[in-house]
């Protein structure tokens, strides 16, 4: 069983990373950080993603699918902290860090780089494990749902900043920042909830799909995780 977290395998590859003067073979990397506790490989392949998705690090000369690294490919690699530092899209968003992950898209906390700097929340769908054509499809039906969303205006749909891609290809939705947590995380925190308190944010969250879907879009995954709330308690659906 794996004893520590992923995030806590990140945190030591960047601590080794940013002692390093040239670049960290894998295998090397993985046998200096278990001493003196062994790391989980799969964590550690696991949380190399993640920092090669976040632009943290990089490898010299190359720009590795991160979503294609197994462990054998983590291993085979070598890395260095990122030159260029923050993961910048388009120039207007600096993405922070990953708050959400599901099936299709990933979600992080960024930051608008101009007017004041506010936080917002920036969708990176998960498309490059598709054949080119399907994923090409998929953009395209991602980009066409995006629109009709941030036309929608309703309380229980989440405002649609910008729809775009990066000059590198990267799909991403800029939306607002949805700080109250989830219903599955406000059910686990409190146990079951009152019925008075359920109709209160199932009634605009119902408004709104059946607003959406006289639009053409379907969300395809209502669960308690897509349920959101703002820092004043309103409901939003997430996730379409």
Not at 125 to 138: K, W, Y
Request: net charge neutral; hydrophobic share 40%; charged share 25%.
């Amino acid at each position: 069983m794996c004893r520590e977290s992923v995030s806590s395998a990140r945190e030591r590859i960047l601590r080794v990373l940013e002692t390093s003067t040239t670049a960290a073979p894998g295998e090397g990397l993985l046998q200096t950080l278990s001493v003196p506790s062994p790391i989980c490989p799969a964590h550690f392949s696991y949380a190399i993603g993640r920092l090669l998705e976040e632009r943290r690090i990089r490898v010299p000369g190359q720009a590795p699918s991160p979503a294609k690294l197994g462990l054998k490919e983590c291993l085979g690699l070598s890395y260095v902290l990122s030159s260029d530092g923050a993961w910048i899209l388009n120039d207007r968003w600096e993405v922070l860090d990953l708050i959400g992950r599901g099936g299709m898209a990933e979600v992080y906390r960024g930051r608008q780089i101009k007017l004041g700097g506010r936080l917002v929340a920036i969708k990176i769908p998960s498309v490059d494990h598709l054949e080119p054509t399907v994923r090409a499809e998929a953009i395209e039906r991602t980009k066409r749902e995006a629109l009709i969303l941030a036309g929608i205006s309703h309380p229980a749909i989440p405002t649609i900043l910008e729809a775009d891609q990066d000059s590198d290809g990267t799909l991403y939705f800029v939306m607002e920042l949805l700080e109250g947590g989830s219903l599955s995380e406000r059910i686990q925190k409190r146990g079951p909830l009152l019925w008075e308190e359920v109709i209160d944010f199932l009634v605009p969250a119902a408004d709104g799909l059946a607003l959406a879907s006289s639009r053409g879009i379907r969300h395809r995954d209502i669960k308690p995780q897509n349920l959101m709330f703002d820092a004043a308690g309103r409901v939003r659906v997430t996730d379409f």
